[in-house]
């Protein structure tokens, strides 16, 4: 099973940001596609974004694209999404989660099989 550490929720103005960051004990991020979905009270489960190990390609949900960011640092083994200009639909949990055959969540190419607790994250104001 693979494990992730998910931090950077919080409570945050509309129109604030946030980083939130996902570190990976006991594996290489770099080896997987990695991503985020979130999950709202009462919703279902939305795929937030994709990076691909093969070309570092990305995939951003139409409801985030243009304000949020995914990137990797290697060094650290972490990955991390940046997220402007936020609003109160963006509030959710947030998970950090790696692609793998069969996963259940989707974004675009990745389909999401293992992933983290989550972190929340409020946009109120």
């Known amino acids: 099973q693979l494990q992730f550490v998910e931090s950077g929720g919080g409570l945050v103005q509309p129109g604030g940001s946030l980083r939130l960051s996902c570190a990976a004990p006991?594996?290489?991020?770099?080896?997987?596609?990695i991503g985020w979905f979130r999950q709202a009270p009462g919703k279902e489960r939305e795929g937030v974004s994709c990076?691909?190990?093969?070309?570092?390609?990305?995939y951003y949900a139409d409801s985030v694209k243009g304000r949020f960011t995914i990137s990797r640092d290697n060094a650290k083994n972490t990955v991390y999404l940046q997220m402007n200009s936020l609003k109160p639909e963006d509030t959710a949990v947030y998970y950090c989660?790696?692609?793998?055959?069969?996963?259940?969540?989707?974004?675009?190419?990745?389909?999401?099989?293992?992933w983290g607790q989550g972190t929340q994250v409020t946009v109120s104001s």
């Open positions: 006991g594996f290489t991020l770099d080896y997987y596609a």
């Open positions: 989660a790696a692609d793998l055959p069969g996963g259940a969540v989707v974004a675009g190419p990745c389909h999401f099989g293992s």
């Open positions: 990076l691909r190990e093969i070309d570092d390609s990305t």
